[in-house]
């Protein structure tokens, strides 16, 4: 283009003159708002793709033939608060019950982590199941149901959250046990960055990643699998100082969030059971490095070296050892183990008073902040004074386990680890939650005679199923936790205890009885939840024609697998089965508990289209049609099952369609089955071939 064509050009655009400021003013809004508009359509069009959002604590499951609709707790919820380990998040059980609540039904929810879920106990010995026992007892008059929605590794921010949601379910009682995760969990505050310590940073953070583009960004950008244990991975950072401002910032949060749930349960109507934290004071050393601030490399090299000289000695010489640790303490006052072996000298000097405080100020010291320090329990009680009322008891837990243990210093005798009730302290938190009902005004008061009149700890162990497979069980889960390396570097002589407990279980068991718990320890075995051992030492004790034991093992396996499962129909067959082979019947009982079972398997296949994946669901329901007499009933479940079963399940699935067929005179079809079997079935030939025995000559 030559000079002369452009320059009228240009004349001819000047001529226009400026925009308005109205358009420009317009232009600009234009400007600033596409950037939103654009992040509005992306964050659209990734909620459409599933981004975006928390799932519930609770599900809608199926509307049931009574005309109420069935809800469950399922883990997708709480795992949601698990950002930074998704993979590896906190476990919650399986909760079932119905709405509209029934007619005189008392539902109490229980909030919390794995203390309150009852770790590691299995379900049917949690805390709460004694609870639903002694309530039983003091209220004959009422049918009361107990629903754990406790999730291990969660700190109070998460538990605040789950009992909001709970609030739309009717719950008469609310129990609240929070606060032993509070700097190491989800949420906790040695767990976040130090921006996200405060309760106000805490809402912000959770708001933000429900965002759909936060949280395609964050799987598309962080590794979706991280190493180590679930107890590992909490640390987040291993040392949390006297003077870290995490302290001061969980017992900030943990107070914030107690006497927000407290005031969301009053606004509902709803009275609150608040509980104090027990912990392993006495027989448990500090967990973290010892803190040594402030002290040059000479002094923290004597304490070090005097400390190591007598830390074995505490018991044999304790005299000798108070003199010793005392200099410890002296050169290093902020040193948790000195504070600790200084304890355990006083203690076998016969010192038990000093020896309480030393063991308390050892385990405010720790630098792993495990077991709850005095600033927990101070945010615990100053939320329930705030927040005092009518509708509001405090459990005091702590002094509830200190006033039942030996010169009140909290060990073994009801601890399983650092904050884990043992089976006889699950049951004393169930008392205590009992006896502060006392102080509840309404419906929920419990009288103090009525409270005073339960049975006694042993009555409870026998009606729960206290039986040697979940000791044992319990036991061997405390030696793999102890085997981590920390706990074995500062607890050596847990990990031995443990150690010497199971194999005085595993030697007192049959060889076949020891292949079982052999196969029961690989984790492949537990594919999905853990399966209880009874459940698999269940099948042993049938083979050993030990029917009585049998029944006694299933009966307590059904109790502690989610009603919804195919594992709670197997042991439900399997204790009936026991039960009519010692009896020679079934009771009317029995037979409402099949009936059940079997209604419980209909809804399991309205999850998967009238049929299970893996057809476990269809041969139990199957082989309780048949317990009950029904067995053309049988016959399609059994023969839906077979088309996704293989090996032993198929064979013993295929026996049982041949008992049906002969008991129908279908001699025939029976005959085709085992044929069948005995051509295809490989290394199961033989089993098919000795059916032929029981067709008709």
Same mark, same amino acid.
């Given at each position: ?54 799932? *519930? ?42 709405? *509209? ?88 505050? #040695? ?65 914030? &969030? ?39 490399? #000479? ?39 000195? &504070? ?32 709850? *320090? ?7 009680? #100053? ?315």
């Amino acid at each position: 283009m030559s000079e002369s064509t452009a320059v009228p050009s240009a004349i001819k655009r000047s001529r226009r003159g400026p925009l308005s400021r109205g358009k420009r003013l317009a232009f600009a809004a234009v400007a600033m708002l596409l950037p939103f508009v654009l992040l509005g359509a992306i964050e659209g069009g990734l909620r459409l793709a599933g981004f975006g959002g928390y799932p *519930p604590t609770i599900t809608r499951v199926a509307a049931l033939p009574s005309g109420e609709t069935l809800y469950i707790s399922d883990a997708p919820g709480p795992a949601s608060f698990f950002f930074n380990n998704a993979n590896q998040s906190g476990s919650l059980n399986q909760q079932a019950f119905v709405m *509209p609540k029934p007619a005189g039904l008392t539902r109490i929810i229980a909030i919390g982590e794995s203390a309150m879920q009852g770790f590691p106990q299995p379900p049917g010995l949690a805390s709460t199941s004694f609870l639903k026992a002694m309530l039983a007892d003091a209220w004959p008059e009422r049918r009361v149901e107990v629903l754990n929605l406790a999730v291990t590794a969660i700190a109070s921010f998460p538990a605040k959250s789950i009992l909001r949601e709970s609030l739309d379910y009717a719950p008469d009682l609310v129990v609240i046990y929070v606060g032993n995760n509070e700097f190491f969990g989800a949420y906790g505050v #040695a767990s976040l960055n130090r921006a996200g310590r405060t309760p106000t940073v805490m809402r912000w953070q959770r708001a933000v990643r429900s965002l759909a583009t936060v949280q395609a960004a964050t799987r598309l950008l962080i590794p979706a699998k991280r190493q180590g244990s679930l107890m590992e991975i909490m640390i987040g950072q291993s040392f949390t100082g006297a003077e870290d401002p995490a302290r001061a910032a969980a017992e900030l949060t943990l107070r914030t &969030h107690l006497e927000e749930m407290i005031g969301l349960c009053r606004a509902r109507g709803v009275p609150v059971v608040l509980c104090t934290l027990p912990a392993n004071e006495r027989d448990l050393a500090p967990l973290g490095k010892p803190d040594l601030t402030g002290l040059d490399a #000479a002094k923290a090299k004597e304490a070090e070296d005097l400390l190591q000289q007598w830390r074995v000695k505490v018991t044999t010489e304790p005299a000798a050892a108070v003199e010793a640790l005392n200099k410890v303490v002296a050169l290093a006052p902020k040193h948790a183990e000195a &504070h600790y072996r200084l304890a355990q000298a006083l203690l076998a000097q016969g010192d038990a008073i000093a020896a309480r405080e030393m063991f308390g100020k050892a385990l405010d010291m720790d630098t792993m902040p495990w077991r709850p *320090p005095a600033t927990t329990q101070r945010a615990i009680l #100053a939320a329930a004074e705030a927040a005092k009322g009518p509708d509001l008891a405090v459990a005091d837990l702590r002094e509830a386990f200190r006033a039942a243990s030996p010169d009140g210093l909290v060990g073994w005798n009801l601890m399983d680890d650092h904050v884990h009730p043992s089976l006889r302290g699950q049951a004393l938190v169930a008392r205590t939650i009992v006896e502060a009902m006392t102080r509840l005004s309404g419906p929920m008061a419990m009288s103090k005679e009525a409270a005073g009149g339960l049975p006694n700890d042993e009555a409870y162990l026998d009606r729960l199923g206290d039986n040697a497979f979940d000791r044992y069980a319990v036991q061997h889960g405390m030696r793999s936790l102890f085997n981590i390396g920390f706990f074995k570097e500062t607890n050596p002589g847990a990990f031995e205890r443990f150690e010497r407990e199971c194999k005085g279980y595993e030697e007192s068991w049959s060889p076949a009885m020891r292949d079982v718990l052999r196969k029961w320890q690989d984790p492949k075995t537990h594919s999905g939840a853990k399966i209880p051992l009874g459940g698999m030492m269940g099948r042993q004790l049938i083979r050993d024609q030990r029917f009585t034991q049998a029944e006694q093992a299933y009966s307590t396996a059904a109790r502690h697998v989610p009603e919804y499962t195919s594992l709670s129909l197997e042991y439900t067959y399997f204790m009936l089965e026991c039960r009519r082979r010692t009896r020679g019947e079934l009771s009317a009982a029995d037979q409402a508990t099949a009936d059940a079972a079997i209604a419980r398997g209909n809804v399991l296949l309205s999850f998967g289209g009238g049929k299970s994946p893996t057809g476990l669901t269809e041969r139990y329901m199957g082989r309780m049609q048949q317990l009950l007499g029904r067995w053309a009933e049988s016959i399609p479940l059994l023969n839906t099952a077979r088309e996704r079963l293989g090996g032993d399940e198929l064979v013993a699935a295929d026996l049982a369609l041949v008992e049906a067929y002969l008991k129908l005179n279908r001699a025939d079809d029976a005959k085709k089955l085992i044929e069948n079997g005995i051509k295809n079935a490989g290394q199961f030939s033989d089993r098919y071939r000795r059916m032929l025995t029981l067709l008709p000559k």
